[in-house]
């Protein structure tokens, strides 16, 4: 199979309805030369004629298991999703297999000429003639301060050669630091105009509240199934580098350790992202990750997008899976039925909603009630009456910024009411 045949059945796989196919064979991952047990420089560092841009390789086949995944998976993603969880158009053509997969490893986390950016991991979908399609990873190294223009300017290159970019909240900080150091360095950044998908955003989006937090290692746990094990953390990384500086290079393999792990987990985690309104993977089963967080995310993400029938589904799927968020999605829902002129429904939800015991949900779903009554219902009287209710909840149970401004209008509201019953 030639390089554009295998480019054009990707982007097929990507486009067509998903069709039951084979799992993958899993591989294990071969972390030859990257163990943090070991002392010394770790196995594989090279340069070239005798340049100061050292580097390590190390390559993988598309069935090699990452976690749960296979890193072929990825070729059963949809972009679609990543624009629906991101609001970015761009990423309408993504092409996962002419991204490079981005993650740095720094000695700070500002910018600026102190800060060193001392590792950087590049991951690319090659196609290898001989053997297949293979996940190429590339590790940069900056064996001494000296050598920082040079790397820079592969890396430049190397992210330029590929039409865009995925990261773990890269938009925010590996691009940044690159580009403070590629400024001072006279080094032309790659970074404009290029598609960039951080996969931090939409899982955030997606999975709010699921877990403990947003890091990479919860993630890529909870979503994807994989445990590491002996990981040298990544706060660790830069006591790493300047013991290696000093002569001390025994925490160094795993720094490399870390970083290729989690180049490959930006594959696997945009496996997983590509099929989020799917629910499964590419062979159906199911896909990993709290269905009913997931789907009040996907409700507000198709809210948001102006798709109104879609996001009631994903509300009423989120409810049915009882999801933690179940009161404030309850209200969403109500007040989405009411805009949307279903009269009958909201008026319905709102009043099982607002007999429950009230909290900080109660005041607005009286709101919505008070709405519902005024200008569907043309009874501004009953208007009056939920309105006033709204202002004693809210008095008991709003809190903060947003009480004082629901009381605000809660009050003007009432005002004009009466106006209206009064005249």
């Known amino acids: 199979m030639s390089a554009t045949d295998f480019r054009s059945r990707l982007r097929r796989l990507r486009k067509d309805p998903p069709r039951e196919t084979a799992p993958l064979e899993p591989t294990p991952l071969d972390l030859a030369g990257g163990h943090p047990g070991e002392t010394g420089e770790p196995k594989g560092l090279q340069t070239r004629d005798g340049g100061r841009t050292w580097f390590r390789e190390a390559s993988f086949a598309l069935d090699v298991e990452h976690g749960d995944f296979a890193l072929g998976e990825v070729s059963a993603a949809h972009a679609a999703e990543f624009v629906l969880l991101t609001g970015d158009k761009a990423l309408a053509d993504l092409d996962l297999f002419d991204a490079v997969y981005l993650d740095t490893e720094t000695t700070g986390l500002s910018g600026g000429a102190g800060t060193y950016v001392f590792m950087v991991g590049l991951g690319t979908f090659e196609f290898d003639g001989d053997g297949g399609p293979r996940f190429q990873l590339w590790q940069g190294f900056l064996r001494d301060p000296g050598g920082e223009a040079e790397l820079l ?6 992210i330029r050669a590929r039409g865009s ?7 925010s900080f590996d691009r940044h630091r690159l580009e403070d150091k590629m400024r001072l360095c006279a080094v032309s950044a790659p970074f404009d105009g290029r598609p ?5 955003h939409p899982c955030r989006r997606l999975y709010r509240g699921a877990y403990p937090d947003g890091r990479l290692k919860t993630l890529e746990a909870e979503l994807c199934g994989l445990e590491r094990a002996s990981d040298l953390p990544g706060s660790m990384a830069p006591e790493a580098w300047f013991n290696y500086l000093a002569g001390r290079p025994h925490r160094l393999a795993g720094v490399f350790q870390h970083n290729l792990l989690d180049v490959l987990s930006l594959v696997t985690l945009a496996a997983h992202l590509g099929r989020s309104r799917l629910e499964t993977r590419a062979d159906r089963s199911p896909l990993a990750g709290d269905p009913g967080t997931r789907a009040a995310g996907i409700a507000r993400a198709e809210l948001a997008a102006g798709r109104s029938a879609e996001g009631l589904l994903w509300l009423e799927r989120a409810l049915e899976r009882q999801c933690a968020d179940a009161r404030s ?3 969403l829902r109500a007040d989405l039925l009411r805009r949307e002129g279903s009269l009958d429904a909201a008026q319905a939800a709102l009043e099982e909603f607002v007999v429950h015991p009230e909290d900080e949900h109660t005041a607005p779903a009286l709101v919505s009630q008070a709405k519902c009554l005024e200008h569907r219902s043309s009874d501004p009287v009953a208007a009056l009456g939920a309105a006033r209710r709204a202002l004693e909840v809210n008095g008991r149970c709003g809190a903060g910024a947003r009480g004082r401004a629901l009381n605000r ?4 509201r009432i005002a004009r009411l009466l106006r209206r019953v009064e005249g």
């Open 329 to 331: 999605l309850a209200l």
């Open 409 to 412: 209008d809660l009050e003007g």
């Open 165 to 171: 970019l995925v990261s773990f909240f890269g938009k």
């Open 153 to 158: 300017e592969e890396c430049a290159g190397r």
């Open 196 to 200: 960039h998908l951080d996969l931090y």
